[in-house]
């Protein structure tokens, strides 16, 4: 039997070395392949980790950055640069080259007003011009030229819009972005009498008894008002009202208005975090405000049986004076088309009272989240 080729090459010294190279260049080249391999498979990890911490850094500075409360419509913009409140100071067109004296308390009267009690505005703005206050008024008649001859009329705030109401105004100029510098809000009517009222005394009550919204007292002479806001002699403040006959009953047990924790709507003054609170709860479209008073209560930051109340030492009179009404608000005009006139804003009143009862209800009744603090005082005092 013939040996095979194979063994042959075997046996051959020369086919022997031949295999034995190729064997140690394979060897070579598979050992080269996998250190190769290895480091860039660590390579590639090491990669791979340092995207994904990247990616995760990344991740967290946007997550940090939608976390953060930023106004509606400032998105677009660098933090830093996005101014969130105003104020009603005038500024001059050009640098006067006088500096100017930052006044650390200021505070805001605003009065909606016509040309026929320019009198008793002129009195009521210059009990206030010589305290700290800037002056707003809006008028109802477009008159606003007719105010010019007065000295403080130049530095005063005029918004004009032809038969608008107090809270038409308020609503619109009265944002609390607008008027977070100034620490009270006077939301007056204009026919009032202020020879007994002093606002720097008036606001040192208000600060000493913490009242966050509060009216002066009214005089013996005033005109259509509650019971609740007369005046009292020889108090300071009141905050509650007593009543024992007849409907509407008030007692110590009242824990409601308006036997207590109200005020009228025609002298009210409102801390800064009142007003905040009194804006949102005043409607756009319920020009008259009649039923707001009764839930004002709510924005006294805390307890209105507290922060709610009459300040007697300083007090005004209410004239009751007819404002509103004529095609501008300043025409003569007979008396039956006056009274018939000023029946029908009662009557608008009165609807909208209902309206904003049914709103506040509705709202109430809807928000699952709101919990009422006063529900359990109403529901005793109705039984």
């Given at each position: ?6 063994a ?8 022997r ?20 391999n ?6 590639y ?6 995207w ?20 509606s ?8 640069i996005?101014?969130?409140t105003?104020?009603?100071e005038?500024?001059?067109?050009w640098?006067?080259?006088v ?48 105010w010019r001859?007065?000295?403080?009329s ?13 809270w ?32 720097k005394?008036y ?14 007292g009214?005089?013996?002479?005033s ?13 300071k ?5 007593y ?8 007692d ?16 009210p ?9 009194a ?31 009459v ?5 005004i009179v209410?004239l ?7 095609s501008?608000g ?17 009557m ?15 709202a ?17 005092t109705?039984?």
């Open positions: 039997m013939k040996p095979s080729n194979s042959f090459m075997l046996s051959d010294p020369k086919h070395l031949c295999l034995w190279t190729v064997f140690v260049a394979v060897s070579l080249l598979c050992g080269a392949y996998l250190v190769g290895a480091f860039i498979a660590k390579e990890k090491e990669r791979l980790s340092r994904g911490l990247i990616y995760t850094k990344q991740s967290v500075t946007d997550n940090a950055c939608k976390n953060k409360c930023r106004p419509g400032t998105e677009a913009l660098p933090q830093g996005v101014v969130r105003s104020n009603l005038m500024r001059p067109l640098d006067s080259g500096p100017r004296i930052s006044k650390s308390s200021l505070n805001l009267l605003a009065i909606p007003v016509g040309i026929r009690q320019k009198q008793i505005v002129n009195r009521i703005v210059e009990k206030f011009s010589s305290s700290d206050f800037v002056v707003m008024l809006f008028h109802y008649d477009g008159a606003v030229d007719a001859d007065l000295a403080w130049d530095y005063a705030i005029h918004v004009s819009a032809i038969n608008q109401t107090k038409w105004f308020a609503k619109r100029f009265l944002h609390p972005d607008i008027v977070n510098e100034y620490n009270y809000i006077f939301l007056w009517d204009e026919d009032l009498g202020v020879e007994n009222f002093d606002p005394k606001l040192s009550i208000v600060k000493e008894e913490g009242l966050e919204i509060s009216q002066p009214l005089g013996l002479k005109e259509v008002h509650h019971p609740l806001t007369v005046r009292r002699k020889g108090s403040v009141h905050r509650r009202y009543k024992f006959k007849g409907n509407g009953r008030c110590d047990h009242s824990t409601a208005p308006p036997c207590l924790g109200w005020v009228e709507m025609m002298a003054v409102f801390s800064r975090k009142a007003w905040q609170c804006w949102h709860l005043t409607q756009s479209d319920l020009i008259h405000a009649w039923g707001l008073d009764r839930q004002l209560g709510y924005c006294a930051q805390g307890d209105r049986m507290r922060n709610v109340g300040v007697d030492e300083q007090y209410h009751g004076l007819p404002t509103l009404g004529g501008h300043n025409e003569a005009s007979s008396n039956s088309s006056t009274d018939d006139s000023r029946a029908k804003v009662r608008q009143s009165y609807n909208e009272m209902k309206t904003f009862e049914k709103r506040w209800k509705d109430a009744e809807n928000d699952k989240c709101w919990i009422d603090p006063y529900g359990q005082q109403q529901n005793q109705r039984h």
